[in-house]
T-cell receptor
Framework: QKEVEQDPGPLSVPEGAIVSLNCTYS??????FMWYRQYSRKGPELLMY????GNKEDGRFTAQVDKSSKYISLFIRDSQPSDSATYLC????????????FGPGTRLSVLP | NAGVTQTPKFQVLKTGQSMTLQCAQD?????MYWYRQDPGMGLRLIYY???????DKGEVPNGYNVSRLNKREFSLRLESAAPSQTSVYFC??????????FGQGTRLTVV
């Protein structure tokens, strides 16, 4: 079993839909959780960063962490064609980079 | 503000050839990283540097060497390229561990 699992997709939704992207993990010591967006042939860019359990909202994006279930989610409201990208979850036990573990990514297409 | 700059963007090597991937950041970050990205595997850490003069192995260091030349530059060297090293390589930097800034990537093919 991989340490971080993520639905590979691809996921296709119509413009305006609510999108739910999910990751599960096995290491209960993880406490820092991140979502990155990666456009085709580009480097990943940080979207959301959360510490421990709970919700965090930033515009149309909401990140949820449920440590008891070892499950994190990214919700995108009113999805736009410009949201079409691969979304990577990442998590870490400590707040420094060599311990990051990335999921394989979910490819999202938002159709006009 | 350029951020993280990687060169080259594309490279084709023959098995056994060597090459160095260059990375430079202009954000005055202490930490720098080299990752490789393969389909279905996610990003995997090759090497990490917490500061100038220090480097540490990541998850997949075999076949690679690194140099943290100064605070700005972190290079990755393949001494004898193998087809298994065909991948997309990303350099990243961060002021703290959580907020990593990535370069555009180098697409390497080893034939």
């Amino acid at each position: 079993q991989k340490e971080v699992e993520q639905d590979p997709g691809p996921l296709s939704v119509p413009e305006g839909a609510i999108v739910s992207l999910n990751c599960t993990y096995s290491n209960s010591a993880f406490q820092y959780f991140m979502w990155y967006r990666q456009y085709s042939r580009k480097g990943p860019e940080l979207l959301m960063y959360t510490y421990s359990s709970g919700n965090k909202e930033d515009g149309r994006f909401t990140a949820q962490v449920d440590k008891s279930s070892k499950y994190i989610s990214l919700f995108i409201r009113d999805s736009q064609p410009s949201d079409s990208a691969t979304y990577l979850c990442a998590m870490s036990e400590f707040d420094y980079g060599q311990n990051f573990v990335f999921g394989p990514g979910t490819r999202l297409s938002v159709l006009p | 503000n350029a951020g993280v700059t990687q060169t080259p963007k594309f490279q084709v090597l023959k098995t056994g050839q060597s090459m160095t991937l260059q990375c430079a950041q202009d954000m005055n970050h202490n930490s720098m990283y080299w990752y490789r990205q393969d389909p279905g595997m996610g990003l995997r850490l090759i090497y990490y540097s917490a500061s100038e003069g220090t480097t540490d192995k990541g998850e997949v260091p075999n076949g690679y060497n690194v140099s943290r030349l100064n605070k700005r530059e972190f290079s990755l060297r393949l001494e004898s390229a193998a087809p298994s090293q065909t991948s997309v390589y990303f350099c990243a930097s961060s002021p703290t561990g959580s907020e990593a800034f990535f370069g555009q990537g180098t697409r390497l093919t080893v034939v």
